[in-house]
C-alpha cells in the first residue's frame, strides 16, 4: 500500500487524515451505493505493485467539459403499469427493437404469447435465467433498451438491470504477466450483468487532446471508449450525426476499468439505452458470454467488431511495430495492435 493508504488505513476515523480519507481506494469503494452485499476488493499476492495514487474509484460516469445533459422537456418514458406485460405490447422504451426480439423456445413460460406479441425485453422474465441475457441479443452486437426513472413501471420492472446496479462482488487483483486484472468471488452465469464501464465522458476534440498528450498514444486507446453504436451522418439527432463522445476511464473509473483483454474473452460489451434521449451517452455494459467459476480472471476482447481485413495483427509487415498479446488462449491473435 502507498503511504497516505496504509496511514488511514490503519487510523480510519481518525482526524487530521480527511486528505488520505479522499485519496484512499479502499474508502472510495466503501462509497459504493452497493459495497455492503457486493464488495469490490483489491488484492495484491505478486510483487509490491500498488495502484496508482492518481487513480479514483466511481461508481458512475461524469460528464466532463462541453458534455450537456439532455434537457428535461426532451425526456420520455413508458407508462406501463404492468411489467411484465408492457413488454409484449406497448411499451415505448422498445420502440426501435426488432420484432421478433425474443428467443425461440426461451422457456421463459410465455404461453402462446410470442404468435400474436412480438417485442420482448432483451432479459429473461422467468425461471433461473430472469434477468439474463437472452440468447439471440447475447450472440449479437444489437444494443439492449431498458426502462428507467422516467418510466411509470417500478424499480423491480424487469427491464432495469443495468440501471440496478451490479449485483456481482469482484476483485482487482495482480496477475503473474499482465499488470492488474479482475475475478469475482462467486460464480457467474452466462447472459449475466456483470458491471459497466465508466469514467468521464468528454467530447471527441478532447479525446484526441488527451490522445495526443500520452506518451503512448496507443496505450491512451486502451482506457478510451467512443460511444458510436448509434452514430449515424444522416441522423436527425444533431448529436449523432458528429464525432461520438468517448468514456475515459485512464484515472476516474470503477473496477472493469481493470479487465483485461483476451482473444477468447468471457465478456462482452454492449450498448444499452435508458431515455431514448440520452443515445449519444449510452452506458457501456459487461455481460457473462458463458458460465464462469469464481475466480476465474475476467476478460474481453480489447478490438471485438474488427473486421479482419482491418485487423492488423493478421498483417506480417505490420506486427513488428504492435503489441503482443499475453493472453494466452488458443485463439490468441497474437498481437493487440
Known sequence: MEDATRRHFYFHGESGFEREKINCHFCQLR???????????????????????????????????????????????????????????????????????????????????????????????????????????????????????????????????????????????????????????????????????????????????????????????VYLFALDKFSDPASLDERLRGAPLEVDGEFLSGPTRFVNHSCDPNLRIFARVGDHADKHIHDLALFAIRDIPKGEELTFDYVDGVDDEDNDALDPEKQKDMTRCLCGSEQCRGYLW
Open 31 to 221: 462509497s459504493f451505493a452497493t459495497h455492503a452485499r457486493y464488495p469490490v476488493t483489491i488484492v495484491n499476492n505478486e510483487d509490491d505493485a500498488v495502484l496508482d495514487p492518481s487513480f479514483r474509484f466511481t461508481d458512475g460516469s461524469v460528464l466532463g467539459k462541453g458534455v450537456e445533459p439532455t434537457k428535461d422537456e426532451f425526456r420520455s418514458g413508458c407508462v406501463c403499469t404492468d411489467a411484465e406485460d408492457c413488454q409484449y405490447g406497448s411499451c415505448h422504451c422498445l420502440q426501435d427493437m426488432d420484432d421478433n426480439s425474443g428467443d425461440d423456445g426461451d422457456g421463459d413460460g410465455d404461453g402462446n404469447y410470442g404468435q400474436y406479441r412480438r417485442k420482448t425485453y432483451a432479459y429473461h422474465s422467468h425461471g433461473v435465467r430472469a434477468g439474463h441475457l437472452r440468447s439471440k441479443i447475447l450472440t449479437s452486437r444489437d444494443p439492449i433498451y431498458e426502462c428507467h426513472e422516467g418510466c411509470a413501471c417500478g424499480p423491480d420492472c424487469p427491464n432495469r438491470v443495468v440501471e440496478r446496479g451490479r449485483r456481482v462482488p469482484l476483485q482487482v487483483f495482480r496477475t503473474a504477466n499482465r499488470g492488474w486484472g479482475v475475478r469475482s468471488t462467486v460464480d457467474i452465469r452466462k447472459g449475466q450483468f456483470v458491471d459497466k464501464y465508466v469514467g468521464e465522458v468528454i467530447t471527441a476534440a478532447e479525446a484526441a487532446r488527451r490522445r495526443a498528450r500520452s506518451h503512448i498514444a496507443q496505450r491512451k486507446d
